[in-house]
């Protein structure tokens, strides 16, 4: 299997979208030639490239070490992905994007920067003590059709002894914040801590709080009293670090591998994990929104930068006292930061942090500084006010296309808790064999039923819930199911595996497939992705005649 193979993914109509081309055009036209002339990527982020714009939305999970990350995102992608490793010890201080691929499998960080298809290669500066700890995982999973997800180290608490990444970590995590799509950051609330390094990356999510979403997670662990308690703590907490905290939103979850423990608030969790579900689910319909406020976000910066580079130029002198002077100057760069808000009514919430920029502009020549050059101003002002005005419309138009696309029929009523992509579920497990292995033989169909071992005990169940004809109907099931206490995700998955033949109801073999699944997951395994032959019942195995 070579590389190239394993990168490809297929390509569909929304990756080639109008506002996406768009965007890119005005991007390459108007952003980047003043970035270039203002040197914008040695103090703030590299040029943006094609595979910026054209990838699937993304979602950056992070918190401290075992709050959880990975498992999030197992229940997310509902399966284990390769490399995910679990533990209290800095066991994964990866950062793993985890892709669709047509075939399971790894690339590593090096090779992820060298793949115009990917929108990794800007990390390349990073350096290799970070590639190395950089990989991808690639998996045939039908939500990674539609987003991706970025796994990271966790961060470390105080109480650690400090370990030196080898990489700017923070600088890593503000690469990935810009970029994404969505935030998701974890809370442990059974052991809730603020440590150096979390503080320090607080820093990075700057003026990326309208993509954060905080999770309080394993909140069943906690008595509802505490629970308050603790909740109360965080939003303060939050609310010192971050400017704006008040359109920060703090879910309640339980995303555990293990089944939840009953609580007072158990109701509450489910609620607010179907939110947070939801509103990751929402993401592709949005990237392109997404994209464009992300397009306004860095315009505004960089009229900013070409304004303070122009004033610093303006000021230095041409002969004598270059190195005293350019001293002078970033010491007073506060004050020319307020001179030029007042000069050029720039807002002050479009300026980079003051002591980065100090930091940043020790390093450089400020003779090679270039002058403010008004038809350049000009064109970024335009950018500005109409230019992304001016895609408003388009954007409406794709919205209205995709909700004319949602009213098709099709969408299918037994699919009750809904999923990422409705009604797009390969629902014949036949064909999910290959051709192929069909061919053989089969004899993986011969295998012993494993769920006739227990299927009186199932069927006890399943006759005290009085079927119909034979059939268990999806309110039904889904009532009994619910009091498992499982999760809503886990739940369906467990549906779709079980109505074999996608009639939306269950007969007594497809119920007891269901109860297999759901003791097995009460034990702690994780679910196939699709139902095995081996797990089909057998009156709904193919016919063989011998011959
Ligand atoms: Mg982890
Ligand atoms: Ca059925």
């Known amino acids: 299997m070579s590389l190239r193979r394993l990168w490809s993914s297929p390509k569909t109509l929304d990756d080639v979208n109008m506002v996406t081309e768009e965007l890119k055009n005005l991007y390459y036209k108007r952003l980047m030639p003043i970035e270039k002339y203002y040197s914008f990527q040695h103090f703030h982020s590299p040029s943006y490239e094609d595979a910026d714009f054209e990838n699937k939305p993304m979602v950056l999970v992070m918190g401290q070490y075992s709050t959880g990350k990975t498992t999030f995102i197992k229940y997310l992608i509902e399966q284990d992905f390769p490399g995910s490793r679990i533990g209290p010890e800095p066991t994964t201080d990866c950062f793993t994007a985890i892709m669709y691929g047509e075939t399971e499998g790894i690339i590593p960080g090096n090779a992820l920067t060298v793949d115009p298809r990917m929108p990794f290669r800007n990390l390349n500066p990073f350096g290799n003590s970070f590639l190395n700890r950089f990989k991808c995982a690639q998996l045939p999973n039908q939500i990674l059709e539609s987003i991706s997800i970025i796994d990271t180290p966790g961060i470390l608490t105080s109480a650690k002894r400090k370990l030196s990444r080898g990489y700017d970590f923070p600088a890593v995590l503000r690469w990935f914040a810009e970029r994404v799509d969505r935030i998701i950051l974890l809370f442990d609330a059974h052991k809730l801590e603020f440590s150096d390094e979390l503080t320090r990356a607080f820093g990075a999510l700057r003026g990326h709080e309208d993509k954060l979403r905080v999770v309080l997670n394993k909140a069943d662990r906690v008595e509802s009293q505490q629970l308050m308690r603790v909740y109360g703590a965080l939003m303060w907490s939050l609310g010192k670090v971050f400017k704006t905290p008040e359109i920060l939103r703090v879910y309640i979850g339980s995303f555990w591998s293990e089944p939840r423990r009953t609580c007072d608030h158990y109701q509450l969790i489910e609620m607010e994990e179907e939110d947070l579900l939801t509103d990751i689910r929402n993401l592709p319909r949005n990237a392109a929104i997404r994209r464009l406020n992300d397009l306004v976000k860095r315009a505004r910066l960089v009229r900013a930068h070409a304004h303070i580079i122009g004033y610093?130029?303006?000021?230095?002198?041409?002969?004598?006292?270059?190195?005293?002077?350019?001293?002078?100057?970033?010491?007073?760069?506060?004050?020319?930061?307020?001179?030029?808000?007042?000069?050029?009514?720039?807002?002050?919430?479009?300026?980079?942090?003051?002591?980065?920029?100090?930091?940043?502009?020790?390093?450089?020549?400020?003779?090679?500084?270039?002058?403010?050059?008004?038809?350049?101003?000009?064109?970024?002002?335009?950018?500005?006010?109409?230019?992304?005005?001016?895609?408003?419309?388009?954007?409406?138009?794709?919205?209205?296309?995709?909700?004319?696309?949602?009213?098709?029929?099709?969408?299918?009523?037994?699919?009750?808790?809904?999923?990422?992509?409705?009604?797009?579920?390969?629902?014949?497990?036949?064909?999910?064999?290959?051709?192929?292995?069909?061919?053989?033989?089969?004899?993986?169909?011969?295998?012993?039923?494993?769920?006739?071992?227990?299927?009186?005990?199932?069927?006890?169940?399943?006759?005290?819930?009085?079927?119909?004809?034979?059939?268990?109907?999806?309110?039904?099931?889904?009532?009994?199911?619910?009091?498992?206490?499982?999760?809503?995700?886990?739940?369906?998955?467990?549906?779709?595996?079980?109505?074999?033949?996608?009639?939306?109801?269950?007969?007594?073999?497809?119920?007891?497939?269901?109860?297999?699944?759901?003791?097995?997951?009460?034990?702690?395994?994780?679910?196939?992705?699709?139902?095995?032959?081996?797990?089909?019942?057998?009156?709904?195995?193919?016919?063989?005649?011998?011959?």
Not at 475 to 500: F, Q, Y
Request: hydrophobic share 35%; net charge negative.
């Open 312 to 547: 610093l130029k303006q000021e230095m002198p041409t002969i004598f006292c270059k190195e005293s002077k350019k001293h002078n100057l970033i010491y007073q760069l506060p004050v020319i930061f307020s001179k030029i808000q007042q000069q050029h009514r720039v807002p002050a919430g479009d300026f980079p942090d003051c002591t980065k920029m100090q930091e940043r502009l020790l390093g450089q020549d400020f003779s090679k500084f270039k002058a403010l050059k008004p038809s350049l101003m000009a064109s970024l002002d335009k950018l500005l006010s109409t230019d992304i005005a001016k895609l408003m419309p388009l954007l409406q138009q794709q919205e209205q296309k995709r909700e004319k696309k949602k009213s098709l029929p099709g969408v299918l009523d037994g699919d009750f808790l809904g999923t990422f992509k409705r009604g797009h579920y390969k629902r014949d497990p036949f064909k999910q064999i290959p051709e192929e292995e069909e061919e053989e033989g089969s004899d993986i169909y011969l295998d012993e039923w494993v769920v006739e071992k227990h299927k009186p005990k199932y069927d006890e169940i399943f006759h005290s819930l009085c079927p119909v004809a034979g059939k268990l109907t999806g309110t039904k099931v889904r009532e009994w199911m619910m009091t498992t206490l499982l999760p809503n995700s886990v739940l369906a998955h467990i549906w779709r595996l079980s109505d074999v033949d996608c009639d939306g109801m269950l007969d007594n073999e497809e119920f007891a497939l269901a109860l297999h699944f759901i003791e097995g997951k009460l034990e702690g395994y994780w679910l196939p992705h699709e139902l095995p032959p081996h797990l089909v019942p057998p009156s709904k195995r193919p016919q063989h005649t011998d011959e």
